[in-house]
T-cell receptor
């Protein structure tokens, strides 16, 4: 079974530009979550999508947005990039068990903003 | 402000030593998970604890969930270089919220 696939793996942008990151979850998984990982803050929750609807949202400005398609693939977009947006962006698909969910992470998209 | 505080932030030990890392919060969680992340990869789930006071063992790793379901610890016995990585705890609070992690280095 293929894992979570994120593209691109690496990208470099300049301040003011916008970026779109893509995530394909494990086949059959309908929930996709996005996290921003930086050395100082760890993993910060961005948002979660389920069946094309945003189910939860973290405390990020409106420059960060996302969407999910009918095939469960998800994209996140960051507009008007700032230097502080440099981070590893991780996508995870979620399978819900009897007690809680298990997150399956992709390898991430490493964004550098110059 | 982190919902989950992990300590220590960094830990460097020799092969064969024992260690404990901690995950603390003022919030109560329905469950808590531990993940390990290696360079260039996403985090991978190690264990889920659900019941207050629960103890789970995974080979040389022992996980404990606090009685009040606000904190957890991870104890590694006889650490090996292969244990090197970033250990993250995550609490289920309608969505999974992570601590900043403990970066463990085990030297041969």
């Amino acid at each position: 079974k293929a894992g979570v696939t994120q593209t691109p793996r690496y990208l470099i942008k300049t301040r003011g530009q916008q970026v779109t990151l893509s995530c394909s979850p494990i086949s059959g998984h309908r929930s996709v979550s996005w996290y921003q990982q930086t050395p100082g803050q760890g993993l910060q929750f961005l948002f979660e999508y389920f069946s094309e609807t945003q189910r939860n949202k973290g405390n990020f400005p409106g420059r960060f947005s996302g969407r999910q398609f009918s095939n469960s693939r998800s994209e996140m977009n960051v507009s008007t990039l700032e230097l502080g947006d440099s981070a590893l962006y991780l996508c995870a698909s979620l399978i819900t068990g009897p007690n809680t969910g298990e997150l399956f992470f992709g390898e991430g998209s490493r964004l550098t903003v110059l | 402000t982190q919902l989950l505080e992990q300590s220590p932030q960094f830990l460097s030990i020799q092969e064969g030593e024992n260690l404990t890392v901690y995950c603390n919060s003022s919030s109560v969680f329905s469950s808590l998970q531990w993940y390990r992340q290696e360079p260039g990869e996403g985090p991978v789930l190690l264990v889920t604890v659900v019941t207050g006071g629960e103890v789970k063992k995974l080979k040389r790793l022992t996980f404990q969930f606090g009685d009040a379901r606000k904190d957890s610890s991870l104890h590694i016995t006889a650490a090996q270089p292969g244990d090197t990585g970033l250990y993250l705890c995550a609490g289920d609070n309608n969505d999974m919220r992570f601590g900043a992690g403990t970066r463990l280095t085990v030297k041969p």
